[in-house]
């Protein structure tokens, strides 16, 4: 499975943005599907999830009511619409996926395949 991750660039506080991930190689409505953040200097953190089989979502606390994970399987494609951005919301976001993962092990492991990485800079 391939990820290609896309929508990433620089907003101010309080825009939205929308990042893309479409996937190949696999049949997506088989896997659990998640983003990841980086910022400079910190570790890479779990930012939200939507899981196999249900399409169950979760989010990291910081980003609840702001952020909201969504996929179309049918164009093997996860989506992060991310509204009422912040400074600290500033990272390089990644797309994971991993086969039939639970929530729990995506947010503990991340997913078997990663997207390259789009930037997220929020201007305050």
């Known amino acids: 499975v391939q990820l290609q991750a896309s929508g990433g660039g620089l907003v101010q506080a309080g825009g939205s943005l929308r990042l893309s991930c479409a996937a190949s190689g696999g049949t997506f409505s088989s896997y659990s599907t998640g983003w990841f953040r980086q910022a400079p200097g910190k570790e890479r953190e779990f930012v939200a999830a939507i899981t196999w089989p249900r399409g169950s979502t979760y989010y990291t606390d910081s980003v609840k009511g702001r952020f909201t994970i969504s996929r179309d399987n049918a164009k093997n494609t996860v989506y992060l619409q991310m509204n009422s951005l912040k400074p600290e919301d500033t990272a390089v976001y990644y797309c994971?996926?991993?086969?039939?993962?639970?929530?729990?092990?995506?947010?503990?492991?991340?997913?078997?395949?990663w997207g390259q990485g789009t930037q997220v800079t929020v201007s305050s």
């Open positions: 994971t996926a991993a086969r039939q993962r639970s929530y729990s092990g995506l947010r503990l492991k991340g997913g078997d395949y």
